[in-house]
Structure formats: structure tokens, C-alpha cells
T-cell receptor, first 116, second 109 residues
Framework: GAVVSQHPSRVICKSGTSVKIECRSLDFQATTMFWYRQFPKQSLMLMAT?????????EQGVEKDKFLINHASLTLSTLTVTSAHPEDSSFYICSARPGPPDNEQFFGPGTRLTVL | KNEVEQSPQNLTAQEGEFITINCSYS?????LHWLQQHPGGGIVSLFM???GKKKHGRLIATINIQEKHSSLHITASHPRDSAVYIC???????????FGTGTRLQVFP
């Protein structure tokens, strides 16, 4: 089946630093990748949608300068949390979609970010 | 009112029991996903449905388009089935998935 990986799985950083999270589709090409955020005991919240080679589309309320998304290839998207603060601590999950006619989304294992 | 509603929110079962989790949505959809999230956090996609029924091992997912309702069934439940089960729908006019709030299942030996 289709596999999506994320790296790192867990990261702890100091306030003010930037953190990059990678999302890779391992055995398929992903024309679209999605980034989600999940707070404890809550459901996933879509942050942004990125299509390969174009700028990401951010959801209302998500700061594009804070959460930089790059989808430079059909198998890799990155999310950079810039100048991280403790309130950015969360579980970040990506998903990848091959593209028409396959509309299924395949989810990564997630990255737990803790900002001290 | 949420566009996607799941019931029950919490479910406790004894090993071997038959489990049903329900998902209802408000308007027509193009696809419905059932996802499983274990305590460690990673999400596994169990099924994507647009009509009918799918089966994989002990898991069965059904969808009734007219009634805007889907069910996830687990036969012969096992403690390793303990997880949060999430229903997510894709509406035709959008690229996004809309998620239900999840059903927390605990299966005891």
C-alpha cells in the first residue's frame, strides 16, 4: 500500500528556534500534500494544502509566515515552524494524495513538536 | 452543528464483542474515509468509500448515500483494536477532508 513518512517523529526545541518537518511519499508521486495540526484530544485541523510546484493554500487563521510550506517535488513537502513558541507545541500530521483519479489521502505517522 | 457527527464518543467492549461505530454527515459527499489513530498518534487509513461496503480482515465499512450515514464494524474485537476511530468526508466542491470528532474505543481482555 501507499506509504507516507515523516521526519522527525519527535522534536524538542527552544523557544525562538525554527524547526523543519519533512513529509515524503515513499512509493507514489503526490500531486497534493496536506498539513494538519492536532491538539490533545481534538480532531485534526487542516493548516494548508500544497500542490507540487506552487504556493501552498493556507486555511483561515494560519499564519503563512509562521508555518512555511515547500512542496518542491512530487515526493517531498516540508513544513517549517519559524521562531517557534510554546503555543506551537502540537502534533503535526501530513497526508499525501496521488492525484486524479485516485482521491485517497494517505497519512504520515505525525511529528510531535515540543517547544520549551 | 458539526458537518460530520460520530457516535458514540466513547466505547468500551470486552474482547470478542462486535463493535459498531457510526458516522453521519449533513450534505452529499464524494468520499468518506475511516481512519484509526493509536495512542502514539500515527494515523492509519482503514477505508475510503463512496458507495456500498468494503471489508478488510475483521473490519467492515458500509455507507448509505441516501441516508448520509456510514458505519464501521469490528468483528471479534481484540485489545489491539483499542484506538480512536475517525470518520472524515470529502465534499464534492472542496479539496479538504472534514473530520468527525472521533470515537475512542477500548477493548478489554
Amino acid at each position: 500500500g501507499a506509504v507516507v513518512s515523516q521526519h522527525p517523529s519527535r522534536v524538542i526545541c527552544k523557544s525562538g528556534t525554527s524547526v523543519k518537518i519533512e513529509c515524503r511519499s515513499l512509493d507514489f508521486q503526490a500531486t497534493t500534500m496536506f498539513w494538519y495540526r492536532q491538539f490533545p484530544k481534538q480532531s485534526l485541523m487542516l493548516m494548508a494544502t500544497s500542490n507540487e510546484g506552487s504556493k501552498a493554500t493556507y486555511e483561515q487563521g494560519v499564519e503563512k509566515d509562521k508555518f512555511l510550506i515547500n512542496h518542491a517535488s512530487l515526493t517531498l513537502s516540508t513544513l517549517t515552524v519559524t521562531s517557534a513558541h510554546p503555543e506551537d507545541s502540537s502534533f503535526y500530521i501530513c497526508s499525501a494524495r496521488p492525484g486524479p483519479p485516485d482521491n485517497e489521502q494517505f497519512f504520515g505517522p505525525g511529528t510531535r513538536l515540543t517547544v520549551l | 452543528k458539526n458537518e460530520v457527527e460520530q457516535s458514540p464518543q466513547n466505547l468500551t467492549a470486552q474482547e470478542g464483542e462486535f463493535i459498531t461505530i457510526n458516522c453521519s454527515y449533513s450534505v452529499g459527499i464524494s468520499a468518506l474515509h475511516w481512519l484509526q489513530q493509536h495512542p502514539g498518534g500515527g494515523i492509519v487509513s482503514l477505508f475510503m468509500l463512496s458507495s456500498g461496503k468494503k471489508k478488510h480482515g475483521r473490519l467492515i465499512a458500509t455507507i448509505n448515500i441516501q441516508e448520509k450515514h456510514s458505519s464501521l464494524h469490528i468483528t471479534a474485537s481484540h485489545p489491539r483494536d483499542s484506538a480512536v476511530y475517525i470518520c472524515a468526508v470529502k465534499f464534492p466542491s472542496t479539496d479538504k477532508l472534514i473530520f468527525g470528532t472521533g470515537t475512542r474505543l477500548q477493548v478489554f481482555p
